[in-house]
């Protein structure tokens, strides 16, 4: 996924809104051009969003970040939605970097909870 479509999707996640080409900036509210978001190349944009995930996630699933791959794994998920029958997920994202890794499997986790 392309970087901008990765930066709209977690912004979306965050809870910002949209206005036209504009996007609410997550930690001033103004709206503003979503290429400037760094959720990519900067931790203080991605931590958040990782700890956004951790609150999602039961007490048994947890968050990995280790040179440069991540991971979530997300045990009995059926508690997060009810209605399926899933038994245990992983995430996984790789990247030249620890960051790239982590917004990878972050923008991964957000698509399958998305589509829930």
Same mark, same amino acid.
């Given at each position: ?11 979306? #996640? ?8 504009? %996007?609410?900036? +997550? #930690? ?5 051009? +979503? ?7 900067? /931790? =203080? /944009? &991605?931590? +958040? ?10 007490? =048994?699933? #947890? ?9 979530? =794994? ?6 997060? #939605? +009810? ?5 245990? &997920? ?6 030249? %970097? ?19």
């Amino acid at each position: 996924m392309k970087t901008e479509e990765g930066n709209k999707l977690i912004t979306e #996640f965050m809870g910002c809104a949209s206005q036209l080409h504009l %996007t609410e900036h +997550p #930690f001033t509210g103004e709206y503003t051009d +979503p290429d400037e978001f760094k959720y990519h190349s900067s /931790w =203080d /944009w &991605l931590m +958040p969003v990782v700890e956004e995930i951790d609150a999602i996630l039961a007490d =048994d699933d #947890f968050v990995t970040i280790s040179y440069n791959r991540c991971l979530i =794994d997300v045990y009995a998920p059926s508690w997060i #939605f +009810p209605d399926k029958e899933l038994d245990s &997920l992983s995430f996984g994202g790789l990247g030249d %970097t620890r960051i790239k890794a982590t917004w990878n499997c972050v923008v991964e986790f957000i698509q399958w909870y998305n589509e829930q």
